[in-house]
């Protein structure tokens, strides 16, 4: 076995030992390593010192106080009662039979960026299908939202992952009901992938109702968790799962999200981790919304409305030329006197130049001078001894 | 003639010899008062002065700069033109005809804040209605709106007027088609008062499709304009107009708006004025919504989107007590462990203390804690040698 196998199967035991998030054995893996903190666990262990005060060497900087002492006591508490069901091989031949792998920071495929959630990170990914992550996921977007999702919802979601996926962008998502699920479909419908991290093990695609799509998944993209195969998605894990796509992802856009919604979260994780957020309004009348709007309200998120402004939301240079042209309109190049004439010119029978000066509120020689520019515009011209409006545009109030 | 009287004929006068928004004429009215103005206006047009440095007592902060004087020439070449045709007793007859009045800063009614626009604000103001401006508008609202209006953009400016009016705020708006006219019902709906500012004249009720809507709003609330009986709604008039929208309003929310939309112009004036300004979200698909969209992405509006919400808008301190209520999750109080432990629980067959500890990665001593704690709350209860879950709450992802 080499290091690196080595190392793998140390992470793949953690991630069996620990909940997601948990953040003392991230500091203690961080610190010792994978295998000499494993190693460590186990000796601690046998002298069934759990809730006792523990020492070892190399842990000063860890549990330099007696709080922090008694914090580790506490955890190797936790993590003890599961050391007996740890089969970290058994779980490698398992995704692997799955044609799957488990990634880790030292090893190739890894995603860098999940390195920004520090200590609470995942200790591995369990990965089915692309196992190139960070390549796959290098330029992604998180689309989260509402599993009780409206048609408006699921359509603006379809639309946005299409859209990004088109420009390049790998969809993310939590392979969920509802705007996940259409999320991943945007950007199967064209042909890009998508990732999807879920809360419980790869081995099984939950939802059971998603298992196709996810299974759609892992032929043009992959399916991730940092949790080993046969784990259930609690509901804790559904909440540290969200970290992970928000720390995955270059931003996470929230598209449909009632009041109190799990997207929520996942926004809050990506501002902790300083990724953009955006949130796609919607009706103020549909609850499914209100998630958003309450993003939008308290400026934690930009508001997008397109794919467009999701690419400018990640990142501006990412956005290259201008992303929307509006027409522009012949008056928007006149000065305020110009307006002021071309409000004065009559439609029908043109005005002579004393009754256009009255009208405008101008001077003569300033209307004569607007009113050579109107005519060079297009949007004058001479009737008899007066001038008159041509082909107006439409008028804005 | 009181000298009351004689400046309210004098402010008449000037509004109908300038355009609105005209800043040098507010600031020499400013300066030497209105009638002096206006008798300084006479004599330098009587001299056919028009266009050239013009020099007079009182005048030597506004013109002291060759450029200003200069400035100040131009000025009084294109008030000139229109100072045969004032007669502003005939149009204070007009307007007291039809049951309204001319409001003047120096006299009764006049609404303060308006002042804040400076010397573009405008010279005086014609009333239809209630001529207690300053009362009326004390505690204000604008909404305003694309005149293509949708029927959500209907429905919501009619909700929003609604519950603002009931809770004691007069509406503002522009008494157009559309959003506006919406906005003025559903304050009517309430019997509340409502305000609508005319680009034009207050003696046409201008769009003549509104002209029933505007006859109510004179019973019950009024029509303001500065300038005269028998102005035309021209568009830069309409532009104006929106300044005053913005300034009489203690803050303006736009409900539906075009990417291009006078009603973006009003929000512009409301910011400028530091008024809040307020945004209701649509569906991104829709073009009527995309001018609230940009409002908020480019953060010059916050996301409204019921009455309480512009309320809190307005001013924090006028909302009251809690402006809306989420109801509380028995989880909610949980600490992580709880959660954790919770998660745990068997739905049917009680689980073991070791088997507890196990799922939810916690020692035995934390489980047994926190299982005393689900007790209490009503969301664990013993079975057999174990703990089961207790009815459930719905799961959020």
């Known amino acids: 076995m080499t290091g690196l196998e080595e190392v793998r199967l140390a992470r793949a035991a953690w991630s069996r030992l620990v909940e997601p998030g948990d953040v003392v054995a991230g500091a203690l893996v961080a610190s010792l390593g994978p295998v000499e903190a494993l190693a460590w666990l186990r000796s601690v262990a046998a002298e069934g010192a759990a809730g006792a005060p523990v020492a070892a060497g190399g842990l000063d900087g860890l549990v330099g106080t007696p709080a922090s002492r008694r914090r580790l006591?506490?955890?190797v508490g936790r993590w003890a009662p599961r050391l007996a069901t740890v089969d970290p091989a058994r779980e490698l031949r398992r995704v692997d039979a799955l044609?799957?792998?488990?990634?880790?920071?030292e090893g190739p495929g890894w995603p860098g960026r999940v390195g920004d959630l520090g200590p609470s990170g995942p200790m591995c990914l369990w990965?089915?299908?692309?196992?190139?992550?960070?390549?796959?996921?290098?330029?992604?977007?998180?689309l989260v939202g509402a599993r009780a999702s409206t048609a408006y919802g699921d359509h603006v979601a379809g639309e946005l992952a299409a859209g990004l996926s088109t420009a390049g962008w790998t969809i993310l998502s939590g392979g969920a009901y509802g705007i996940d699920a259409m999320a991943h479909r945007g950007a199967l419908a064209t042909g890009g992938p998508t990732v999807a991290v879920l809360a419980g093990g790869v081995d099984r695609l939950y939802p059971a109702g998603n298992a196709r799509l996810l299974a759609a998944l892992v032929e043009h993209g992959a399916v991730v968790s940092e949790v080993p195969p046969g784990s259930v998605p609690s509901r804790s894990r559904f909440l540290?799962?969200?970290?992970?796509?928000?720390?995955?992802?270059?931003?996470?856009?929230?598209?449909?999200?009632?009041?109190?919604s799990g997207a929520l979260s996942t926004a809050g994780h990506a501002a902790e981790l300083l990724r953009p957020v955006g949130a796609v309004p919607g009706p103020v009348t549909s609850a499914a919304s209100a998630g958003c709007h309450r993003l939008l309200r308290e400026g934690r998120a930009v508001c997008v409305t397109d794919a467009a402004e999701v690419i400018e939301l990640v990142g501006p240079a990412a956005a290259g030329p201008a992303v929307r042209t509006h027409e522009a309109r012949e008056v928007d190049g006149l000065t305020a006197e110009g307006r002021l004439v071309l409000d004065a010119l009559p439609l029908r029978r043109g005005g002579e130049l004393a009754h256009l000066a009255r009208a405008a509120g101008l001077a003569e020689h300033e209307v004569l001078a607007e009113v050579g520019h109107l005519e060079l515009a297009g949007l004058a011209e001479r009737d008899g001894p007066g001038w008159r409006r041509r082909r107006s545009p439409a008028r804005g109030s």
């Not at 044609?99 to 920071?105: D, N, T």
């Not at 990965?127 to 998180?142: H, I």
């Not at 540290?240 to 109190?260: D, K, M, Y």
């Open 73 to 75: 006591g506490v955890a």
């Open 127 to 142: 990965v089915r299908g692309r196992t190139d992550l960070d390549a796959l996921t290098a330029p992604s977007v998180a």
């Open 99 to 105: 044609g799957g792998a488990v990634l880790i920071p």
């Open 240 to 260: 540290q799962r969200n970290r992970v796509i928000a720390a995955l992802g270059g931003a996470t856009v929230v598209v449909e999200a009632a009041w109190r």
